[in-house]
């Protein structure tokens, strides 16, 4: 078989999550972190896929977790950004790259907080010393993201409750100079506003 034949037949059984097959390969010298055209490595597809049994082999066989495909992602941002909590788990223990950006320039803690993933968001503040005031390339922290981007509703709130508790600064403002806490009342949201006032906005 030709390096070019291994390496497909590689991506191909991360992406299925035949761990067998991805042994049989890393067994015959595949370059375990080897890319296909999107420049996803093994360990990036079989994240994408859900299949833990996989990541897990491929974590232990040395896979470079912090490698980023053409759409930034990689196991870790995926986690984050698809509200993941058992592979955020897988990959934590491994020391992901905690500064890698998302293509909007996020940290993980970002997009999680702009969706409403209230695990992940509990796990990255509880298990890691992400940057809970990181600006993305729109000059939002993930505290504006999680007022400005949702729906105000009781994820967001406990979202907002979180990062404020794990010293989100309440009084960086976007970049138009509005503060969290502005923000909050222009969009009605009270019970988030009286977090932030609580938080000394």
């Known amino acids: 078989m030709s390096d070019q034949e ?55 066989a040395g896979a470079d977790i912090n490698k980023q495909d053409q759409t930034c992602f990689n196991p870790f941002l995926i986690s984050c950004l698809n509200n993941d909590l058992t592979l955020l788990r897988l990959v934590l223990p491994a020391k992901p ?17 702009e ?13 890691t010393d992400i940057n809970v005031n990181h600006t993305n390339f729109v000059g939002w922290t993930p505290l504006l993201e999680a007022i400005v981007l949702n729906d105000g509703g009781a994820k967001q709130q406990e979202i ?24 909050a009342r222009e969009k009605g949201y009270h019970q988030i506003a009286e977090l ?3 938080a000394g906005a």
């Open 160 to 183: 907002v409750k979180l990062l404020l508790d794990h010293g989100a600064n309440p009084h960086m403002t976007d970049k138009y100079g509005k503060s969290p806490l502005t923000l």
């Open 115 to 127: 969706k409403g993933h209230v695990e992940i968001v509990r796990e990255l503040l509880t298990h």
């Open 196 to 198: 932030l006032v609580a």
């Open 97 to 113: 790259d905690l500064d890698r950006l998302t293509r909007f320039g996020g940290v993980g803690i970002t997009p999680a907080s």
């Open 6 to 60: 291994l390496l497909t037949e590689f991506l191909f059984a991360a992406e299925q999550g035949d761990t067998d097959a991805v042994k049989k390969c890393l067994a015959a010298g595949v370059d375990i972190n080897a890319t296909n055209r999107q420049g996803r490595t093994a360990i990036t597809l079989a994240s994408l896929n859900k299949h833990y049994d996989c990541v897990a082999l491929l974590i232990s």
